[in-house]
């Protein structure tokens, strides 16, 4: 199943789409198949990326001989309905349940990223990052549950967990993917939930050589937001490629270089928390009978916001070089070598308030308030509020990212049924981020009125502030909520990297099976943290330590050489705010003192895995009765020593540096079977263990320990250990999954499946409180004059824990409009739907309120829809890709954990393309219109959260919208 272990293996796939067309899809290709005209597609050669199917085995490890080139179909056939061709070619042939994806050309996938592509797979889900498809689910689990490999190969992550984020790989240099649904005992570097297998072209693949150029340009409809950061409404793609082949056909060269210079314009907006204010349901009788002046009694109300307008700039080199030898019928050897940087700067102004009763200049006064009926409280949606204190921050951040990757495959074909195949692989990724923001506030009163009309549901508010926020004379630094520093900087280091190498040999077998593959591999993966804070204060002013008393009304001007165009805030109501050169005035006005707090010093760590696999698959190739079956089963023995250095605090002080790991062995047993029931008809069956190693952050042992003295309850005057933090010795996930399916493939670029699977989780991770053994485990008491009164205490980490149950159904369709008639030669669509339900312990959230009864970050409904047209040289392509409501943990609010639900997401995308004919004086250049986020589709999450009275209620958090991208370019391929 892996591309490291037969680099001969093709990467073919393919794409789906929505909820509303799947049954028409499926009716329509049931009438298709039923008729004369349909023809089966039947590649002439295996196509998938993983083993090739049992009865073509022994061929599949063969390397042709001197200038002869296997699977040239997959490369020569082009366009929207080449790459669906083999993209279900690829999906016929695999002995696992998969979905795939395939390059209209070289240079060219079908969507503008990867993320994009896979998102529109059956039972696959992208979650947005900054507006853009970036992280990938499978099957309803988060995007750490899936595992990554290029040609094969784990991959080093940029993200602080295991999740790979797609937009680092450009979707120029990548030719295709492939999704494992199903694994088998070869698939090393598995997920829980799936697997996707990235890949690079293969240059002797090509009949000669190929050179293609693209070239976009690229507009961002959301405009110019934050003036003076460089960061605009206008960027570019750009690419080419470079394959030959030389001494007969037997030496492959491909070399690809590709650059992103994209801006992305965000509009945000957050509603901070609801409450009742005023009455007997209200905060007033729980808070020293706080009256809020003016607000009614049992009315709901917005407890404050923030608007912000967030300009980011993504400027990416890719640099992709494969290497390709095979200089007999018995050796073959491919070098891949992969290498990008990926640059982010971002700026993000904004300004934000309180209006709760709670703050210490008093509760807001209101006039003029408008009151909207609601259930089971009437909200506020309009009026003025008096005594609310404006805070505005202006942030700039800046990432640097690099990855490299190499692999080196050699396979040798002894000529008697003997193969054996040797892989050396490496991967690094780096990140290093600076991150600095400041507050500034208002001179001398920081109080103002603020008239407001806030909606009921999702859309932008209308604030109009009593002072002009753009104005310099008005708009200090300060501190203006009392935090207690003038801004903050941080400065982020982060390390991964996997060395890894394998080894199979291959040999043909008898009675059912076709082949034996046994093999073994060894990775190590180490991936370090470092991350150092440091507060703000403005020259003049003390820090509360080294530097004297810190007055907290102490304020500056905004150096005028550090001035830019103000940020607007229109879509909100607010004309602008001020805006200038962070790091520049951070120099200039302020200084820097180290101020590393508890979840700070969580961020330094250090882990490493050693993880040796062994395995032995059988091939199956035989027949039950007269129908051809198919498919493997074997075995993977994996092993795991993982350990973890970090550091112990008390609270935000640093005490000491902790260790600590565990080793485990698994068994993880696999079984699929395709059994060809009709022509073009395959009934496949899948049935295996899986299991994903836990998230970083969990198993880091970074925490907080100290000894207490116990004042009141049951154990009062005892000196108590407690604590919080990770856990090294946590075991893996563990799943066994079940799958069936039924594909009917027909006509050229058609095909319908039905799947059903069942995934029990029998190991799950979660959050509890165990009694440890505090100096055994390592901990040390920071506090000499508190002697325990027993080594044992309460500590609170993840622990693994009895899982729960996924279920799912898996509908999708590609058709053809000429099987119905000619006159709709041309057209076709594809779809897919997905309906999947889960169940998890309640216990493990209950005492979280508006905490998930189904694993977080599941949508329970998944769709995709395509409609595509090529014909002519014209190809045009609309395609809708949606998914349901999941529940996401937020970013902590005051300390306390919350949960947000993250509402259905549809987003429209749409392709126009022209080829000029080969004969023509332009053959080779096509031209591409492509619109991505067609109807400024936003981001919408609702935030569950206790009232005073107990009453649960979810009201609207976050609404942000990224705009339209728009792109045109050019293709030229000689």
Request: hydrophobic share 35%; net charge neutral.
């Amino acid at each position: 199943m892996s591309q490291g272990l037969a680099p001969r293996s093709r990467l073919v796939i393919a794409r789906k789409p929505l909820a509303a067309a799947c049954i028409a899809a499926l009716l329509a290709s049931g009438i298709a198949s039923a008729q004369d005209a349909q023809t089966t597609a039947k590649p002439a050669d295996t196509t998938q990326p993983q083993q090739a199917p049992a009865s073509q085995a022994q061929d599949a490890n063969k390397k042709p001989a001197p200038g002869q080139v296997s699977n040239l179909q997959e490369v020569v056939v082009t366009g929207i309905r080449g790459s669906i061709e083999s993209s279900i070619r690829a999906k016929q042939n695999s002995d696992s349940i998969i979905e795939a994806i395939s390059a209209e050309d070289i240079g060219k996938l079908p969507d503008a990223s990867i993320a994009e592509s896979l998102a529109r797979l059956s039972g696959l889900a992208t979650q947005r990052v900054d507006g853009r498809a970036n992280m990938i689910s499978i099957r309803g689990l988060s995007p750490d549950f899936a595992g990554t490999t290029l040609n094969g190969r784990e991959q080093a992550t940029i993200g602080e967990n295991r999740g790979v984020e797609y937009d680092q790989y450009p979707s120029e240099l990548i030719s295709g993917a492939a999704v494992y649904k199903t694994p088998d005992a070869s698939l090393v570097g598995q997920g829980l939930s799936g697997t996707v297998d990235l890949h690079t072209i293969k240059p002797l693949d090509l009949p000669k050589r190929a050179i293609a150029i693209n070239l976009r340009g690229e507009h961002n409809t959301n405009g110019n937001l934050n003036p003076g950061s460089g960061v605009g409404d206008m960027g570019h793609r750009a690419s080419v490629s470079y394959i030959d082949q030389f001494f007969d056909h037997t030496l492959g060269v491909a070399v690809g270089f590709a650059q992103l210079d994209s801006p992305i314009q965000e509009k945000q907006y957050q509603a901070w928390w609801w409450s009742v204010d005023n009455g007997p349901d209200g905060i007033e009788p729980g808070f020293n009978n706080t009256h809020t002046p003016g607000l009614p009694n049992s009315v709901l109300s917005q407890e404050g916001m923030q608007l912000r307008a967030q300009s980011e700039n993504q400027l990416r080199n890719g640099l992709m070089t494969v290497l390709e030898w095979a200089p007999g019928e018995h050796y073959h050897t491919t070098l891949d070598l992969y290498y990008s940087t990926f640059n982010e700067r971002t700026y993000k102004n904004g300004a934000q308030w309180s209006n709760s009763p709670y703050e210490n200049w008093g509760p807001p006064v209101y006039s003029n308030v408008g009151i909207t009926p609601g259930v089971p409280y009437p909200i506020v949606t309009s009026g003025v509020m008096g005594n609310v204190v404006p805070v505005l921050q202006n942030e700039y951040v800046k990432e640097k990212d690099k990855l490299f990757s190499a692999g080196w495959n050699h396979q040798y074909d002894f000529g008697n049924g003997w193969v054996l195949t040797g892989d050396l692989s490496y991967s690094m990724a780096k990140k290093r981020l600076r991150d600095a923001y400041l507050f500034s506030g208002l001179e001398g009163d920081p109080t103002t009125s603020i008239a407001f009309r806030t909606p009921t549901g999702y859309d932008y508010p209308d604030f109009s502030p009593g002072v002009d926020l753009r104005d310099p004379a008005r708009v200090v630094f300060t501190d203006p909520y009392r935090y207690g520093y003038n801004g903050r900087e941080e400065f982020d280091k982060q390390k991964d990297t996997i060395k890894a190498a394998r080894f199979q040999v291959s040999h043909p077998v008898g009675w059912i099976f076709s082949t034996v593959d046994v093999g073994a591999a060894y990775s190590e993966r180490k991936k370090t943290k470092q991350a150092d804070v440091y507060f703000a204060y403005l020259n003049g002013n003390g820090d509360d330590a080294a530097h004297g008393p810190y007055d907290k009304s102490f304020s500056a001007p905004v150096g005028s050489a550090f001035l830019r165009g103000p940020t607007s805030l229109g879509y909100g109501g607010i004309p602008g705010v001020l805006n200038y050169n962070v790091l520049d005035a951070l120099g200039s006005q302020f200084y820097l003192v180290p101020s590393n707090g508890l979840a700070d010093w969580n961020r330094n760590y250090s882990i490493t895995e050693k993880v040796p696999v062994a395995y032995a698959k059988f091939n199956i190739d035989t027949h039950l009765g007269d129908v051809p079956l198919r498919g493997n089963m074997g075995v993977q023995f994996v092993r795991t020593d993982q350990s973890s250095t970090a550091l112990q605090t008390n609270g935000n002080d640093l005490v000491g540096r902790l260790s600590g790991g565990a080793k485990y062995n698994k068994f993880l047993p696999s079984l699929n079977l395709v059994a060809q029931i009709a022509d073009g008809q395959y009934l496949r069956f899948g049935l295996a263990k899986t299991m994903a190693r836990g998230r970083i952050d969990d198993e880091k042992v970074a925490s907080s320990a100290s000894v207490s003295h116990v004042d009141t309850g049951p154990q009062a005057g005892q000196n108590l250990w407690s604590g919080s933090g990770g856990n090294p010795q946590l075991r893996p996930y563990i799943a066994v999954g079940t799958d069936l399916s039924w594909e009917k493939y027909f006509g050229k670029s058609s095909y319908v499946a039905v799947a059903v699977f069942n995934k029990n989780l029998l190991n799950y991770i979660y959050n509890k409180t165990v009694v440890i053994n505090f100096p055994q485990s390592g901990y040390q008491n920071d506090t000499p004059t508190l002697t325990p009164t027993s080594d044992f205490g309460l500590f609170t980490r993840p622990e693994n824990g009895t899982g729960g149950r996924m279920q799912g159904l898996e509908l999708s369709g590609a058709f053809e409009g000429g099987l119905i008639s000619n006159a709709l030669d041309g057209f076709g669509m594809q779809a897919n739907f997905s309906l999947t339900n889960s169940s998890i312990p309640v216990s493990s959230v209950s005492a979280v309120p508006g905490g998930p009864k189904t694993l977080p970050g599941l949508s329970r409904k998944v769709a995709n829809l395509a409609l595509y047209y090529e014909k002519y040289g014209w190809s045009v392509r609309i395609a809708e890709r949606y998914r349901s409501s999941f529940t996401g943990e937020s970013s902590p609010k005051f300390d306390q954990l919350s949960y947000v639900t993250v509402l259905a997401d549809k987003q429209t995308d749409l392709q126009v393309g022209y080829e000029f004919d080969q004969t023509s004086r332009w053959g080779g250049l096509s031209l591409l219109l492509q619109v991505n986020n067609l109807t400024n589709s936003p981001e919408k999450t609702m935030q569950v959260a206790g009232l005073p009275n107990g009453m649960e209620l979810g009201r609207p958090l976050d609404y942000n919208t990224w705009g339209r991208t728009v792109m045109f370019g050019l293709n030229y391929k000689l």
